[in-house]
């Protein structure tokens, strides 16, 4: 989830581009860059890291009068954070920034090679400005270059936000979305803005018009062209916050309504129509692996747990799972046929860390799934794999959790293929629900009006069980857990045919039951487990595509033909439930007590 800024005007041009950069901190980044153009002229300056690092290379660089820039911050997707990956990405006399992922970029890529052309980065980003000087090779006008630029727009497949500046047309910033945000603003004085989303306009445009998918065109300092012609500008207020959070009232719950896109970024290029593909890895990845051990924390052992249910029913590879803080003092035997896996969304957190550095020394190959580049995990780690979900600010793992989950399933399947423990038909028929998953994470918002009101009853008590059965026993545990920790109430996940076996003692009015009961996996099992607790007294709140006449409160959710995508809806519904109890409670949703976004301690 990258951060894209355009300017046209006569205020300091690199000014106003690294401003718009810093509103957009939020979205994560670990590379910036601008280009500025004047007078036919365009220079460019990249840094790796933070913003201040683009500042200190720009602090003697100046413009005067009217001009035009393009800015970007990278979140990486494609290539490691470096100053050549960063963006704007150059051509002979054109560049370019992008959000978003080229999915068709190494064909586009091989041909222009083939063509003669010479590429600096690994990103599936700079295909577009040389591919654009390809088809502008022969225009001289304003038209002409737009038509090129059209003709470059039309050969992407995937999701982007387009801007590019070419010396060809030293006044005009041509610009595309599809997929990923993009804003246009403009004021009074004449100044066009572009944006990632409205934060960097607050203050700058007075009005903005948000960009509808398919809409290609170019703005210079006379007018603003756009095709289709239904630019619809609106007055733009509000605060830099509340933009940054999307209007949302928190991250977190920004982060839950942003799972079904950042799901799409997750999945791009990965999950293929009959085959699950990682570029990070070769198809004889597991040769001499049988088995796999994971380790993690919090959040990430739960997404852990998860996949070893599926490593083992479709890999067929034994999986042991381990909490890190407990792995790592346990002098544990570590066999050299082991694939070990470590996950981790911060890419920092000293147990998991501490873990890898172990299996490491042990000779051991090494995989980590992690959501941050270049971040120690992964620095560390023999191969890694990204979640793509965009910076998480919310302490609260949602996004995370829901992309490492992702990952852990393609992951299974793409093992279990090239193990042969699933035949194509069986592949064909996974890979069809995996694109199902993230519209039924859009559809499972549905149910966030009936979350709000029911968060009132579940305000006291004297604690909360979550059960579930096989993967509903992981996503228990979540649930549980996103509940603990931003409302401060007691809650435990437990597999719900344990009950029987000590906690049903707890079992009365004040004790709630969140009972995860899906259709697919084991229901009648569950049912009756969730029977056992009702029968003494336990309020029950029933989470199932079908009706539970013991349950005291219901969340119905849609009958769905896969457990993971039962799996994926029941995760919303816990996530927007843990959310708005903790909003009745006057929590702060972003920043829980006690609790650190990363953790770097033992
Ligand atoms: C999850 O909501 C918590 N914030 C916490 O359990 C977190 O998952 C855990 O600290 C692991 O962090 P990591 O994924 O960054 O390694």
């Known amino acids: 989830m990258c951060g894209i800024v355009g300017y046209i005007g006569s205020k300091e041009i690199k000014h106003e581009l ?44 100046e413009t005067s009068g009217p001009g035009i820039g393009i800015g970007h911050t990278r979140w990486a997707t494609h290539g490691k ?60 006008d304003a038209e002409a270059l737009f038509k090129a630029f059209k003709h470059t727009i039309e050969q992407l497949d995937g999701a982007y936000a387009v801007l590019l500046i070419t010396q060809k047309a030293p006044e005009t910033i041509f610009f595309a979305r599809k997929g990923s945000p993009m804003i246009i603003g403009r004021n009074s004085e004449g100044e066009i803005y572009f944006a990632s989303s409205d934060a960097p306009l607050i203050g700058k445009a007075e009005e903005v018009a948000y960009m509808e998918d398919g809409v290609i065109g170019y703005a210079t300092p006379d007018a603003i062209h756009a095709e289709p012609d239904h630019l619809e500008f609106v007055p733009l207020s509000g605060d830099k916050l509340s933009a940054q959070k999307g209007g949302f009232r928190f991250f977190m719950e920004k982060e839950i309504y942003e799972q079904y896109q950042v799901m799409s970024d997750t999945m791009i290029g990965r999950v293929l129509d009959e085959d699950v593909a990682f570029e990070e890895l070769s198809n004889d990845f597991l040769e001499g692996i049988e088995r796999i051990k994971i380790c993690a924390c919090g959040t990430s052992y739960h997404a852990a747990l998860t996949s070893s249910y599926l490593f083992e029913r479709q890999a067929r590879m034994p999986v042991n799972v381990e909490i890190a803080s407990e792995f790592r003092y346990k002098e544990p035997l570590l066999n050299p046929d082991t694939l070990f896996i470590v996950i981790s969304q ?65 992951l299974s399947l793409f093992f279990a293929k090239r193990r042969g423990s699933v035949d194509a038909k069986t592949v064909a028929t996974e890979t069809s629900f995996m694109h199902q998953v993230p519209r039924v994470l859009k559809e499972a918002l549905d149910v966030h009006e009936k979350c709000k009101r029911l968060s009132k009853r579940y305000l ?59 259709k697919t996996i084991l229901y009648d099992k ?13 309020t029950i709140l029933s989470i199932s595509p079908e009706m539970f006449e013991l349950a005291d409160d219901f969340i119905l959710t849609h009958p769905h033909a896969h457990p993971m995508l039962e799996f994926f809806e029941m995760m919303v519904v816990e996530q927007l439930l843990a959310m708005e109890i903790a909003i009745r409670l006057g929590n ?12 770097t301690v033992e």
């Not at 509903?472 to 109430?489: R, V």
């Open 588 to 599: 702060d949703v972003d920043m829980p007590r006690n609790l650190a976004k990363s953790v």
């Open 81 to 140: 954070p470096t100053e050549l990956n960063a963006h704007p990405h150059m051509g002979q006399y054109s560049y370019v920034v992008h959000n978003g992922i080229i999915e068709n970029y190494r064909e586009i890529k091989s041909m222009l090679e083939g063509e003669g052309v010479h590429f600096l980065s690994q990103t599936d980003t700079e295909v577009i400005v040389h591919l654009f000087e390809k088809e502008a090779a022969d225009a001289e």
């Open 526 to 538: 569950t049912k009756s487990n969730v029977e056992e607790l009702s029968a003494r007294d336990s």
């Open 346 to 410: 911060s890419g920092e957190t000293a147990d998991t860390l501490e873990a890898l550095r172990m299996a490491k020394e042990a000779g051991l190959k090494t995989l980590a799934i992690c959501n941050v580049d270049n971040s120690s995990i992964v620095r560390m780690a023999d191969t890694s794999i990204l979640t793509r979900a965009g910076i998480e600010k919310g302490v609260a793992s949602t996004k995370a959790f829901a992309t490492q989950t992702m990952v852990l399933w393609m």
């Open 18 to 61: 690294i401003e718009g950069l810093r509103e957009l901190e939020y979205r994560g980044y670990d590379s910036a860059g601008i280009a500025v153009m004047q007078h036919g002229n365009i220079q460019a300056f990249k840094a790796v890291g933070k913003l201040n690092n683009l500042e200190e290379k720009t602090r003697n660089f």
């Open 460 to 518: 006291h008590g004297h604690g909360f069980f979550f059960i579930g059965r096989d993967i509903f026993y992981p996503l228990a545990l979540e649930g549980a857990l996103k509940l603990k920790e931003i409302s401060y109430l007691h809650a435990e996940g437990y597999p719900a045919g344990e009950m029987k076996h000590g906690p049903i003692a707890l079992a009365d009015a004040e004790l709630f039951t969140v009972a995860l009961m899906p």
